[in-house]
């Protein structure tokens, strides 16, 4: 009997754990809301490309753009186009993105091939952002590809796909690519209390690219194009590819740092709050990190002190965070659900040789 | 055959009582997060009553004269726990007047609710909170605007916050009031920011019950804050913030800490059982002083260790609380060991054997800056010391005679 309790008590102990409430939800009924007051709701309306929409072949007023070093997003590799009107020449800025004039729209295309080692065979797109300049106000406008790949439709407010490809290892990489709401968008575009275009300046679109007609520095062919005024070439600086590896890793680190983060860590971005100064151009080494505190990191501090101790990338909040996935840690907040490997190495290794 | 027959009703009886329901939630992203984006200036968003679970991050930027409106904070609730992306619950962002009231926001993997950059928000009887209770896994603010002017915290709830439960960052003219903070490392936090007043809230069994910080290299500096007729009570819960924050440096049983800031008035509330000390008020020096020692023990758990470490290249900031004028509280304290675990705990108990202080000076005094910087006005019976650690602690006084002066009352009416 005695034997008998024994069991009937360690039963009772064990059916009542894993006894933590379920969660059920249920499934979103699908809602129509009408969205048309955003834009048009077919990415083919705007008639940007011509031919096969899944060409991306643009019309001749639509110039196609490259730039040095490009926000990672989740290895999706992305095609850029700029549509600027006739006769509204982008206004040059040596520092900082060009004024763009109303009327203006950049075009951003984010695909993967089946192999990325492959980069230009067998393409599934997943969705094209515009930033649409109207009367001097710039609209951020998410359009997902449908899977024939013949149409893209307005969706503001996000979705995940399911995506995979082969990655430049031989192996095969699946992830839920998130396509940003329209609010996402301004999350990273925000500058001040206005949306702003993050990529076109003169230091990134200052390379070669292969256009049509051949290939030519991009102000160069921007200028014959009528589209901007530039001043002498030799004269424009230019920020450096993070890939190029005959570049020093600390400029190359600090191009990667700009691109990933500095849309928000910047004296005028979304993430001021922060203290934390992201730019190549920041010389301040508080500001960039160095011996700076966390400020509202919460768990994002990982139990680390400071944003960056030189020689020391595991001590290193920065470091923490770039190389994280949990939505709580990783930086950017957004745009990517897994760790760009060769970025977060680069700024490991700058880290490293810190002194 | 008995025996299995009594194992059955054994088994049922100890578990029917607890064995929950299976929660059901309802989902309503799309459809809600369409109408953040597309709801027009001037409109209320109704919430209707009900459970609904979301996977991401919802956001409404840029809008003005917007009401969100739930059916009651327990009526309903907006769940992140199955949160996949992004680093807020809810994110309200660069608006106008936008006033959110009567529902429950619970556990998103960072913050539940941040408002940034927002001029007018007014949160009203909204419950955030992360359900399972105080972990260093929760997210760091249940309520969290920055950036903002013009904020309103009223009748709202915060538990479980890693950092802070109601923090309030490089704003200005906040009220906080008539709202309860409990099982936070912070329960209510000010920090940089300016024209505050805290009142008629109850923060209690939190690491510390109220805070209010100054911090430098940050993008401005806070001042002129009136914290009165709050209870704050058994702020005594073990630190479970994550290294490296600031808050990670404040020891159980801290009811009020004032670091660095000034013009401040601290009257009328109920300080109560804060087992380290009632109210503390030091300065960033003492904070950068302790993390020294910290550098040569890095792996010790509970010591100071945030401490921004160019922070006298900030021409800006004082690192030195001043003005602060603190009367006609009521302070008890039936405990007699304050928190061994931390680096200030242990300094009060060094310096104050057996009886915990009720206030705490830090003795760091800003040398630019004339005598009764600090006032206390608060009869025989409360225990105040002077640490006098600018020099090593020599000169440790519990006379609380020394800071017998009238201070500047506050009023931001």
């Not at chain 1, 949306?195 to 991009?218: H, M, T, W």
């Not at chain 2, 470490?309 to 302070?331: C, E, M, S, V």
């Not at chain 2, 057996?354 to 019976?381: F, L």
Request: charged share 25%; proline share 4%; net charge negative.
């Amino acid at each position: 009997m005695r034997r008998v309790s024994l069991l009937v008590f360690f039963c009772a102990l064990l059916s009542c754990e894993s006894r933590k409430q379920e969660i059920i939800v249920l499934p979103e009924t699908e809602s129509t809301i009408d969205l048309s007051h955003i834009g048009k709701t077919k990415l083919s309306e705007y008639g940007f490309f011509v031919g096969e929409l899944k060409t991306l072949t643009p019309a001749a007023d639509v110039i196609p753009y490259t730039l040095n070093s490009a926000l990672f997003s989740d290895y999706a590799l992305k095609k850029r186009f700029v549509k600027i009107p006739q006769g509204r020449k982008a206004v040059y800025n040596a520092d900082d993105v060009f004024d763009f004039l109303e009327g203006t729209i950049l075009i951003k295309n984010f695909y993967y091939p089946a192999d990325l080692n492959k980069p230009e065979e067998n393409l599934r797109i997943l969705e094209t952002r515009l930033l649409i300049n109207e009367s001097g106000i710039w609209k951020a406008l998410p359009y997902i590809w449908n899977d024939e790949q013949t149409e893209a439709y307005l969706n503001v407010a996000g979705k995940n796909l399911d995506v995979s490809w082969k990655h430049t290892d031989g192996q095969l990489r699946k992830i839920s690519y998130s396509v940003p709401n329209m609010n996402q968008c301004k999350g990273c575009h925000l500058r001040g209390d206005k949306v702003k275009p993050i990529g076109p300046s003169a230091r990134q679109l200052n390379c070669d690219y292969l256009f049509s007609e051949g290939k030519q520095n991009q102000l160069a062919y921007w200028q014959s194009r009528g589209l901007i005024d530039v001043p002498e070439l030799g004269s424009i600086a230019k920020l450096v590819s993070y890939d190029d590896e005959s570049v020093a890793v600390s400029e190359r680190a600090r191009a990667w740092l700009e691109i990933n983060c500095a849309h928000c860590h910047r004296a005028d971005g979304p993430a001021k709050n922060s203290g934390l100064y992201l730019l190549s151009s920041e010389n301040d080494l508080s500001r960039l990190g160095v011996g700076k505190a966390p400020v509202a990191a919460g768990k994002g501090s990982g139990g680390l002190l400071y944003g960056i101790v030189p020689g020391k990338p595991d001590e290193s909040i920065l470091q923490y965070r770039i190389e994280s996935v949990h939505p709580g840690v990783m930086m950017p907040e957004l745009g990517r659900s897994i760790t760009h490997e060769e970025g977060v190495a680069l700024v490991r290794q700058w880290i490293k040789e810190m002194k | 055959m008995r025996s299995v027959v009594l194992l059955g009703a054994v088994l049922l009886l100890a578990c029917s009582k607890d064995k929950p329901e299976p929660r059901v939630w309802q989902s309503i992203e799309q459809s809600l997060q369409t109408q953040l984006i597309t709801i027009q200036d001037g409109d209320t968003l109704f919430l209707p009553e009900g459970n609904f679970m979301f996977t991401k991050s919802l956001a409404m930027e840029g809008k003005s004269n917007i009401t969100i409106r739930g059916k009651g904070m327990d009526k309903t609730i907006l769940s992140f726990k199955n949160q996949t992306e992004g680093a807020q619950g809810l994110l309200i962002s660069n608006g106008k007047q936008i006033t959110l009231e009567d529902f429950s926001i619970e556990d998103a993997k960072g913050d539940n609710l941040k408002v940034s950059e927002v001029v007018g928000i007014t949160l009203k009887r909204i419950r955030s909170v992360w359900a399972d209770g105080p972990k260093t896994e929760n997210g760091a603010y249940a309520l969290y605007p920055v950036l903002c002017k013009h904020v309103l915290i009223d009748e709202c709830i915060a538990m479980g916050s890693s950092d802070a439960g109601i923090y309030v960052g490089q704003s200005d003219s906040v009220i906080i009031r008539n709202s309860k903070a409990y099982w936070n490392v912070a329960g209510i936090e000010s920090e940089n920011s300016r024209w505050v007043e805290i009142y008629g809230n109850e923060a209690y069994e939190n690491t510390g019950g109220i805070l209010i910080f100054d911090l430098p290299g940050l993008t401005q500096y806070g001042h002129t804050t009136k914290v009165y007729n709050n209870i704050v009570r058994e702020n005594n819960h073990n630190n479970f913030a994550m290294k490296g924050n600031i808050v990670a440096s404040i020891p159980p049983g801290t009811g009020v800490m004032i670091l660095a800031t000034h013009n401040l008035e601290l009257t009328g509330n109920e300080i109560i059982d804060n087992k380290t000390v009632g109210t503390g008020i030091i300065s960033y020096e003492l904070v950068a002083a302790l993390n020294e020692g910290e550098v040569e023990q890095e792996t010790s758990i509970g010591g100071v260790q945030t401490v921004a470490n160019n922070f006298r290249a900030d021409t800006l900031y004082n690192p030195f609380p001043y003005g602060i004028y603190i009367h006609d509280n009521k302070y008890e304290n039936s405990k007699w060991f304050p928190a061994l675990s931390h680096d200030i705990g242990k300094l009060f108990f060094m310096k104050s054997f057996m009886n915990p202080p009720d206030i705490v000076y830090d003795g760091i005094a800003d040398p630019n800056r004339p005598d009764h910087q600090i006032c206390v006005q608060q009869g025989d019976e409360v225990i105040v010391i002077n640490l006098d650690a600018a020099n090593d602690f020599e000169n440790l006084k519990k006379d609380a005679r020394q800071f017998n002066c009238e201070g500047a009352k506050i009023s931001l009416r």
